[in-house]
């Protein structure tokens, strides 16, 4: 069913049925996945509890930079085609004609598993039993991603310091999509320069 909030990116049923999930689907699965690893890593092999803390959190900041090269590289990528254009509503583009469709506020739990268990094939071939902390780590940056993603589409802002979150990504929708493209933190905008004080340069 789509939502009253959408429109349809597929004329058959089950797939445009695949595109819409309830957050807490993805979110559950991801927590569940890094906890299975985090548990192979603790149990079954030699890595100190130190190494891994670090491993966990390196992780979490890689994913914190892929979300932001994803963002502005995939998401927002240069349309100069009709095949570009189509790939870039449905991967994105319909997000932000429809940003309050909070069923399709997540990628497709299939897909996100199944890229999720191709980086564990890739990851353990290239730096062995490090997969099982890094991994972890870069499983719950995305769960935290979707938990914010889905926070500041759903809810209005608090009246506190999170309001940050809300502003930060409400300029990126509604001021400037070429700003702006960290969602869980704005580390990667100050870096590469698409924080959204450049619109106070601007004016």
């Known amino acids: 069913m789509t939502s009253e909030n959408s429109s349809r990116l597929f004329k058959n049923n089950f797939l445009e049925q695949m595109t819409h999930t309830h957050i807490a689907v993805p979110i559950s ?121 889905y926070l500041v589409h759903v809810y209005p802002p608090p009246k506190n310091i999170l309001k940050y979150f809300w502003i930060n990504h409400s300029i990126h929708h509604h001021r400037d999509n070429n700003l702006a493209f960290g969602v869980t933190t704005t580390l990667w905008d100050h870096i590469y320069g698409t924080h959204y004080n450049r619109l106070r340069e601007k004016q």
């Open 29 to 149: 699965a991801f927590i569940v996945y890094a906890s299975a690893l985090l548990f192979i890593c603790f149990k079954y092999t030699t890595l100190m509890l130190k190494s891994s803390i670090f491993l966990f959190f390196l992780g979490w900041l890689a994913f914190t930079w892929l979300e932001y090269l994803m963002h502005r590289y995939i998401f927002h990528l240069k349309i100069n085609s009709k095949a570009k254009a189509k790939f870039q509503y449905m991967v994105h583009g319909i997000h932000h004609a429809h940003p309050k469709d909070k069923d399709r506020l997540a990628m497709p739990p299939l897909l996100s598993l199944t890229i999720a268990s191709m980086l564990l094939i890739v990851f353990r071939i290239l730096i062995g039993d490090f997969t099982f902390a890094f991994l972890p780590g870069m499983l719950v940056g995305y769960a935290l991603y979707l938990l914010i993603h």
